[in-house]
């Protein structure tokens, strides 16, 4: 049996990739960070990760996968493209049992039964799925215990959107009713092999305390569908076939103004509305 190599004797990314003959593919949202300056700030950003379990998508290379190891994380690494497999059972066997490959799709996985407990979730997520991987965790049964997610910029900044700017909208309104959501990294398009079209930013999600109930998130995702998908109509208008200026009275809010002047607590108001109407 070959014994357990050290994650320091492990050759760099950009080796790793060429021995093993890879190449990025566009399909897969590939867009590799092979400097572990960069990974190992990002690790701590998501942090502290000792002793911790840490669901990661799309490890590729494994560049942020070595670095959550170093951390001391117990990482379950879900990648869907098969050709990274080998070169990351490499880093499974340096990482002597704390990293377990799941060959796979991240939008079909039970990550209750990878993770057996209670499990962070830190990616340099493919653009593509990116924004439903979020809505999945923030609103599905299993929710992480933080989430430490890298989107194109112009994502991470509509995600942490404050009310009245151009950036608000339902995913800054369903991140915040749920989380604590800040742009903790900026990245430029060149960080990345090869590079995107546009820049990056990690967005770190930490669950409020008291998280709404999973009927009034669902009434959430319901009201913001409707009000922003209009959003230069007053809500009385937007929210027309779900109650308007009814619901908007029995939720405290005034019919007369846009989605995009309405703050989280006033959709939550909403949402309740929604939720309490007579079936
Ligand atoms: N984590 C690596 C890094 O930072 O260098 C790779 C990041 S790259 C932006 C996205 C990774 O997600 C790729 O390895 C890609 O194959 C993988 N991927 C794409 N779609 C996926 C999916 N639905 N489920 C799991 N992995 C996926």
Redesign the pocket.
């Known amino acids: 049996m070959t014994p357990p190599i050290s994650l320091e004797t492990l050759p760099p990314l950009r080796e790793s990739l060429t021995e093993h003959g890879l190449l990025a593919r566009k399909s897969?949202?590939?867009?590799?960070?092979l400097d572990l300056n960069i990974?190992r700030k990002i690790a701590r950003l998501a942090g502290p990760l000792e002793g911790q379990t840490v669901i990661e998508?799309?490890?590729?290379?494994g560049?942020?996968t070595r670095a959550l190891l170093e951390a001391g994380a117990r990482v379950i690494a879900?990648?869907?493209?098969p050709r990274?497999l080998p070169l990351l059972q490499d880093l499974a066997e340096a990482a002597d049992g704390a990293l377990t490959l799941v060959e796979g799709?991240?939008?079909r996985v039970d990550e209750a039964a990878l993770a057996g407990g209670p499990a962070h979730v830190v990616?340099?997520?493919?653009y593509n799925?990116g924004t439903p991987l979020l809505i999945h965790w923030l609103t599905g049964s299993w929710r992480p215990l933080s989430m430490s997610l890298m989107f194109q910029k112009e994502v991470a900044d509509r995600i942490a959107a404050a009310p009245g700017s151009d950036a608000y909208g339902r995913l800054a309104v369903i991140s915040q009713a749920v989380c604590r959501a800040q742009v903790v990294m900026d990245l430029p398009a060149r960080a990345f092999t090869p590079p995107p079209k546009v820049a990056s930013a990690v967005v770190r999600l930490d669950p409020l305390p008291e998280p709404p109930a999973p009927a009034l998130v669902s009434a959430l995702e319901r009201i913001t569908a409707a009000a922003f998908g209009q959003r230069r109509k007053m809500l009385r208008s937007s929210l027309k076939t779900l109650g308007g200026a009814g619901l908007c009275e029995a939720g405290g809010i005034s019919p007369d103004v846009r989605a995009e002047t309405v703050d989280i607590a006033g959709f939550l108001a909403l949402a309740g509305a929604l939720a309490d109407q007579p079936a």
Do not use: R, W
């Open positions: 897969f949202g590939q867009h590799f960070l990974t998508v799309g490890p590729g290379p560049g942020l879900i990648e869907k493209d990274f799709d991240a939008l990616s340099n997520l493919p799925v």
